[in-house]
């Protein structure tokens, strides 16, 4: 039987190659987080996005000017919505658990380079000034460790959202943390950079749904201590500020950002903070970098290194809500995420379950050079 024109057609289309850069170029427009160097242009889309002195092109007149930063911002969380392509799923259609920390990469930027920018630049200038114009002009901020708990899975093209905000500090360390939800799940009482929003509290039928369906399935089930089941995951990050080998405390980066309110003329006393370490051993030597200065070892309690910048009171179109955010409630705050966090600082201990070469090994073999 000889063949139709359409069976023809469709033989001289799988011979072509312009046939299969037609379906590369699909595949590619459906999966724009997986193409070569997406993940560089996604952290450099949150830096044109935030920094203020690099506006983002093609921002309505009306969202250029934002207000500045105050306290009522500092444990804001900033949402970020992506969603869930073929090429990160494993082979159960669910999202990869090591795709988690690089969606995790992309939403702690788009916080950082919105909060943090001014107290650096600042910091790093005093800094400067005050070892008489000698050593770095700038502060880094480096990622000093990451964990991640799953909760539930995300099938593929689910759409997702990221809520990222500072969880609390130390004198050495500020902790970021990433919760991992369903896009539309909740949605928060407004948006201080983007006041255009309207009607921000509504939820679509479309946005409850998945809502419901996790109610539903965890209705009943043993072990309900296990979180709150809205969550696909969370994640939580630290970071050190330096210049050079010198460790920059966060709360000073904090006050110079202005998200840190007057300190009280008589500041309470805080209780001993969470120990941000394993103890010191005295079998081991130490694991600190040789050379390397830490600022903190000399700091006055945390309860003293509290900002000194003006309150922003009532003016600029503040709410009486942001207004809330005293000192007190601050330091609040920042002891209960420093309370959460303390068993997760102890993981540390885990370089002595390193065998070393007292072990025998089972193998060794090679992945993908």
């Given at each position: 039987?000889?063949?139709?024109?359409?069976?023809?057609?469709?033989?001289?289309?799988?011979?072509?190659?312009?046939?299969?850069?037609f379906?590369?170029?699909?595949?590619?427009?459906?999966?724009?987080?997986?193409?070569?160097f997406?993940?560089?242009?996604?952290?450099?889309?949150?830096?044109?996005?935030?920094?203020?002195?690099?506006p983002?092109?093609?921002?309505?007149?009306?969202?250029?000017?934002n207000?500045?930063l105050?306290?009522s911002?500092?444990?804001?969380?900033?949402?970020?919505r992506?969603?869930?392509?073929?090429?990160?799923?494993?082979?159960?259609?669910?999202?990869?658990?090591?795709?988690?920390?690089?969606?995790?990469?992309?939403?702690?930027?788009?916080?950082?380079?919105?909060?943090?920018p001014?107290?650096?630049?600042?910091?790093?200038?005093?800094?400067?000034?005050?070892?008489?114009?000698?050593?770095?002009?700038r502060?880094g901020?480096?990622?000093?460790?990451?964990?991640?708990?799953?909760?539930?899975?995300i099938?593929?093209?689910?759409?997702?959202?990221?809520?990222?905000?500072?969880?609390?500090?130390?004198?050495?360390?500020?902790?970021?943390?990433t919760?991992?939800?369903?896009?539309?799940a909740?949605?928060?009482?407004?948006?201080?950079?983007?006041?255009?929003?309207?009607?921000?509290?509504?939820?679509?039928k479309?946005?409850?749904?998945?809502?419901?369906?996790?109610?539903?399935?965890?209705?009943?089930k043993e072990?309900?201590?296990?979180?709150?089941?809205?969550?696909?995951?969370?994640a939580?990050?630290?970071?050190?500020?330096?210049?050079?080998?010198?460790?920059?405390?966060?709360?000073?980066?904090?006050?110079?950002?202005?998200?840190?309110?007057?300190?009280p003329?008589?500041?309470?006393?805080?209780?001993?903070?969470?120990?941000?370490?394993?103890?010191?051993?005295?079998d081991?030597?130490?694991?600190?970098?040789?050379?390397e200065?830490?600022?903190?070892?000399?700091?006055?309690?945390?309860?003293?290194?509290?900002?000194?910048?003006p309150?922003?009171?009532?003016?600029?179109?503040?709410?009486?809500?942001?207004?809330?955010?005293?000192?007190?409630?601050?330091e609040?705050?920042?002891?209960?995420?420093?309370?959460?966090?303390e068993?997760?600082?102890?993981?540390?201990?885990?370089?002595?379950?390193?065998?070393?070469?007292?072990?025998?090994?089972?193998?060794?073999?090679?992945?993908?050079?």
């Amino acid at each position: 039987m000889a063949p139709n024109k359409a069976t023809t057609l469709l033989q001289r289309g799988f011979k072509s190659l312009g046939f299969w850069r037609f379906l590369a170029l699909v595949f590619a427009l459906l999966n724009l987080k997986h193409i070569p160097f997406a993940w560089h242009l996604r952290i450099l889309t949150g830096l044109l996005t935030h920094i203020p002195y690099l506006p983002f092109p093609l921002r309505h007149p009306s969202r250029t000017t934002n207000p500045p930063l105050s306290p009522s911002h500092l444990f804001s969380p900033l949402l970020l919505r992506s969603r869930a392509h073929l090429p990160e799923c494993d082979y159960n259609v669910h999202k990869s658990n090591s795709t988690y920390l690089a969606d995790f990469d992309i939403a702690r930027m788009h916080l950082l380079t919105r909060l943090f920018p001014p107290g650096l630049l600042l910091t790093g200038q005093n800094l400067y000034e005050e070892a008489g114009r000698q050593g770095p002009k700038r502060l880094g901020i480096y990622l000093g460790g990451v964990s991640c708990a799953f909760r539930r899975e995300i099938g593929v093209r689910v759409g997702f959202e990221m809520w990222t905000r500072v969880l609390c500090w130390d004198r050495k360390w500020l902790y970021v943390v990433t919760h991992f939800l369903p896009r539309g799940a909740v949605r928060p009482k407004g948006f201080a950079f983007q006041p255009w929003k309207k009607n921000v509290a509504r939820r679509t039928k479309e946005d409850a749904t998945p809502v419901a369906a996790v109610e539903k399935k965890e209705e009943g089930k043993e072990g309900k201590g296990r979180g709150n089941p809205l969550f696909f995951a969370t994640a939580v990050a630290k970071y050190v500020c330096k210049r050079g080998r010198l460790t920059i405390p966060p709360e000073l980066v904090l006050r110079n950002s202005g998200l840190l309110p007057p300190k009280p003329q008589n500041p309470p006393t805080n209780p001993p903070e969470p120990t941000t370490g394993p103890p010191p051993s005295t079998d081991s030597p130490s694991l600190a970098p040789t050379g390397e200065k830490d600022a903190t070892a000399s700091l006055p309690p945390i309860a003293n290194l509290a900002a000194s910048t003006p309150a922003p009171g009532g003016e600029g179109g503040k709410t009486g809500e942001e207004e809330e955010w005293s000192y007190e409630r601050i330091e609040a705050e920042r002891a209960r995420g420093m309370a959460i966090m303390e068993a997760w600082n102890r993981t540390e201990l885990l370089d002595e379950a390193f065998g070393g070469s007292e072990a025998v090994a089972l193998g060794e073999f090679w992945d993908f050079p």
